[in-house]
């Protein structure tokens, strides 16, 4: 049917494009109201002008001068234009469809199919515009996964239906014998989807994540695409190089480079390698002369192409994206863990050096009472003052680290035997334990090294063994005694330290490891929410039991040998 005999036919056509035009505008609701003709039409203009440039210079294999090439990369201008700038620039595309078909393609269709496919193109990309922005929440700067899938699900969709209805209009118009219905209905989907989904990915990339490009060292980047653009030479070497029918044989090696480029830089390498892929195939494919057929085949395997990388790609994004997110959130409790523990570190601070300074006192006291005997013995007073100088360094030390693990969280971590280091604590327990009147027992078994902070195990062990000590000075009838077990695990080393006190008190037991929980009237309640700062920063645990009904309490505390040390880092 053509303007000549089907007058009635374009009104109708004309007057249905217009009203269903008019309906998606005012659908859409996105006319911008402040939108300046003057502006509306240059942008309008420039872009038919490079629509008509670009259309004039992609007329691959074209289907009897209908306009329907393997090949459509003004698609994606069109899209892009309708998603960035809003489907009120439809018209200008319909225009623009419209003067492509009677300067491109000398008119070879009648004006009534002009017409309807024009418009199929305007309102069918307007649909798609709106529907992957409105239904979807796609935007053309916003390259992750969800935008990915959507573009790569809603384009072959849309326009199978944008090739389905233009090619029914050539057919009812008799531009296109029904015949070919189906065969043209291929040529236009395979040129616009290819069209689309090469070009658009790479304005996504470009205004999403090449800033994640930009961060990549230089030298990386150059080896990276130089081995992408060795990999695509071989390739296409290997695929050019036999003749005939065997052509696509060797094609599954371009998903090599491809793979290789998404997996290292993402989806602005896998969207910036298809298209420079896609491109050599053109070059190649044009240069050798081969047929539409052939040309239908690379177009489908460059899409299963563009499937893989842009899907790798985005999903490599994805997964840095959350791995950085993670290190964020990681980064994000330490800190705040460290501020809400820094308080009690330091009220903590006179907790834990008041040990040391006490035995500093008690060694002064013994050395003046020694000076005091008649004939003053020096060895024993030169050993008296030495005890008292390594308790104050150790004071210091504990000043030292307890700053260190508050102000950076950093452990130094070195294999140690925690055998010998518990017979130290024991040991430096003796004299404390002895003026209570409790017995201190130790079995410790020979473990394996532990890669351990020293210092701050001792601490945590000091606090528990006093604690085991005190509760044991109250064991009533009995005499008080405390056993302390050192023995290896599968993979790490446990130390239990048990005591015939009177148990944990009810009042304490449900929080007895949060800060300011005490029993004792001279207690500050910190010395085991910081053992258990301590262990777990360490990768180890520490938990207690009841060993009795009546009383009796075991505190176990269990490291493992290469504990992931510097949660405080
Ligand atoms: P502090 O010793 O300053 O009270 P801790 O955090 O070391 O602080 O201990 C908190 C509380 O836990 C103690 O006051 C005590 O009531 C209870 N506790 C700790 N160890 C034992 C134990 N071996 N037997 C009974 N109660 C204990």
């Known amino acids: 049917m053509s303007l000549g005999d089907g007058g009635t036919a374009l009104g109708d056509v004309v007057r249905r494009s217009n009203s269903a035009a008019?309906?998606?505008?005012?659908?859409?609701?996105?006319?911008?109201?402040?939108?300046?003709?003057?502006?509306?039409?240059?942008i309008g203009g420039i872009f038919t002008a490079a629509y008509l440039g670009l259309e004039w210079l992609t007329r691959v294999h074209e289907l009897e001068?209908?306009?329907i090439t393997l090949w459509n990369p003004v698609k994606a201008l069109s899209l892009g234009l309708l998603l960035l700038k809003g489907v009120a620039y439809a018209p200008v595309l319909f225009l623009a469809a419209l003067l492509v078909d009677?300067?491109?393609?000398?008119a070879a269709k009648s004006v009534a199919s002009t017409v309807a496919t024009s418009a199929v193109v305007a309102l069918g990309y307007a649909a798609l515009a709106a529907g992957l922005?409105?239904?979807?929440?796609?935007?053309?700067?916003?390259?992750?996964?969800?935008?990915?899938i959507a573009l790569l699900v809603t384009v072959p969709a849309g326009t199978f239906v944008i090739a389905c209805l233009y090619c029914g209009f050539l057919v009812w118009f008799d531009d296109l014998p029904a015949r070919q219905y189906w065969e043209a209905v291929q040529h236009l989907w395979v040129g616009d989807t290819v069209g689309v989904?090469?070009?658009?990915?790479?304005?996504?990339?470009?205004?999403?994540?090449?800033?994640?490009?930009?961060e990549t060292r230089p030298a990386v980047l150059l080896i990276d695409s130089g081995?992408?653009?060795?990999?695509?030479?071989?390739?296409?070497?290997?695929?050019?190089?036999?003749?005939?029918?065997?052509?696509?044989?060797?094609?599954?090696?371009?998903?090599?480079?491809?793979?290789?480029?998404?997996?290292?830089?993402?989806?602005?390498?896998?969207?910036?390698?298809?298209?420079?892929v896609h491109l050599l195939l053109l070059a190649l494919i044009s240069w050798g002369g081969y047929p539409a057929s052939t040309f239908m085949g690379y177009q489908l395997l460059v899409l299963a192409l563009v499937f893989n990388g842009l899907l790798l790609g985005a999903v490599v994004d994805e997964r840095r994206r959350s791995d950085e997110l993670l290190r964020e959130q990681h980064a994000e409790v330490v800190r705040m863990t460290r501020h809400a523990t820094a308080g009690a570190m330091g009220v903590s601070l006179a907790h834990q050096i008041s040990q040391p300074l006490s035995n500093v006192a008690m060694?002064?006291?013994?050395?003046?009472?020694?000076?005091?005997?008649?004939?003053?013995?020096?060895?024993?007073?030169?050993?008296?003052?030495?005890?008292?100088?390594?308790?104050?360094?150790?004071a210091k030390d504990i000043l030292e680290r307890l700053r260190d693990f508050v102000s950076r969280g950093t452990l130094r971590p070195a294999p140690t035997d925690l055998g010998a280091l518990t017979r130290k604590v024991v040991a430096l327990a003796g004299d404390d334990a002895r003026a209570h009147g409790v017995s201190v027992r130790l079995e410790a078994a020979s473990v394996p090294p532990v890669t351990v902070d020293a210092l701050q195990l001792e601490q945590s062990l000091i606090n528990v063994i006093n604690n085991a000590i005190d509760a044991a000075a109250e064991a009533g009838?009995?005499?008080?005694?405390?056993?302390?077990?050192?023995?290896?695990?599968?993979?790490?080393?446990?130390?239990?330290?048990?005591?015939?006190?009177?148990?944990?008190?009810?009042?304490?037991?449900?929080?007895?490891?949060e800060p300011f929980v005490t029993t004792k009237p001279s207690g500050m309640g910190l010395g085991l929410a910081l053992s258990r700062e301590l262990i777990g920063a360490h990768g180890g645990t520490i938990d207690w039991e009841r060993i009795r009904p009546d009383g009796g309490a075991r505190f176990t505390i269990e490291l493992p040998l290469s504990p992931e040390v510097g949660h405080g880092a």
């Not at 008019?22 to 996105?30: H, I, N, Q, T, V």
């Not at 065997?246 to 602005?268: D, K, Q």
């Not at 005499?479 to 148990?503: H, Y």
């Open 197 to 214: 989904i090469i070009i658009l990915p790479v304005a996504m990339a470009a205004s999403g994540s090449v800033q994640r490009l930009a």
């Open 133 to 148: 922005t409105r239904g979807l929440g796609f935007a053309v700067g916003r390259s992750d996964l969800r935008s990915v």
């Open 22 to 42: 008019a309906g998606l505008l005012r659908w859409s609701g996105s006319w911008p109201r402040e939108l300046a003709p003057a502006q509306y039409a240059l």
């Open 363 to 394: 060694y002064l006291h013994v050395g003046r009472q020694l000076l005091a005997d008649k004939p003053a013995d020096p060895t024993s007073i030169a050993e008296s003052l030495e005890k008292a100088t390594s308790q104050l360094r150790h």
């Open 227 to 276: 081995a992408f653009l060795a990999g695509v030479l071989i390739a296409l070497w290997l695929i050019f190089s036999f003749e005939g029918a065997h052509e696509y044989h060797f094609f599954y090696l371009l998903f090599l480079p491809v793979s290789w480029i998404a997996m290292r830089t993402g989806f602005v390498g896998a969207a910036a390698g298809v298209c420079v």
């Open 477 to 513: 009838r009995l005499p008080g005694c405390v056993t302390v077990r050192v023995a290896a695990l599968d993979k790490g080393v446990r130390i239990e330290i048990e005591d015939n006190g009177p148990g944990v008190s009810d009042v304490v037991a449900k929080h007895l490891f």
């Open 102 to 106: 009677l300067f491109i393609y000398g």
């Open 65 to 67: 001068g209908l306009g």
